[in-house]
């Protein structure tokens, strides 16, 4: 089984592959999705598209895991970050895979055991669950893999 993570933004959308083996998460690839801000939206969200259609062809997933917007302090901000998520989802459905999606709140209990766990405390456990000498970069990396974790202990893949 091979699972797409994805931690969605418009300047910075991470992505984290990994595949389990015999009940085992194993990181494939992972990295980030630039825009530049000074780009028109409807740029910025062509570029998503098209570059996560990209590694979606490259990768092969089977499912793909979404972080869901939980809140923002500003409005404008939560806008393009659901506008990414709808592009994210979008070309997920178009390669045919199973969508899932979960809080915050979801992804810091199944990586951490504890829904009020700070980033970095996620982080290192993501570098632990994969058995990585350090801790993937940038944090976009991390949250991504994460959410693809989250994904693995909540199918009982």
């Known amino acids: 089984m091979r699972i797409l993570g994805i931690d969605p933004g418009t300047g910075i959308l991470g ?26 939206d409807s740029v910025r969200l062509q570029t998503i598209f098209e570059e996560l ?33 709808g ?31 700070d980033k970095k405390q996620v982080q290192e456990m993501v570098r632990i669950h994969l058995g990585l000498s350090e801790v993937p970069k940038p944090d976009d990396c991390a949250d991504a893999l994460a959410a693809a974790l989250t994904c693995a202990q909540s199918r009982k893949v």
């Open 15 to 40: 992505f984290g592959v990994l595949d389990i083996i015999a009940g085992k998460p194993v990181m494939v690839d992972a990295g980030v999705i630039r825009t530049p801000v000074h780009e028109d």
């Open 53 to 85: 259609t990209d590694i979606i062809i490259e990768t092969k997933p089977d499912q793909m895991a979404v972080e869901k917007l939980f809140f923002a302090r500003n409005v404008t901000t939560a806008i393009t970050v659901a506008q990414a998520r």
């Open 87 to 117: 592009v994210v989802l979008l070309a997920g459905r178009q390669a045919g895979l199973e969508l899932f999606e979960y809080t915050p709140l979801q992804i810091k209990m199944a990586i951490t055991g504890y829904g009020k766990a």
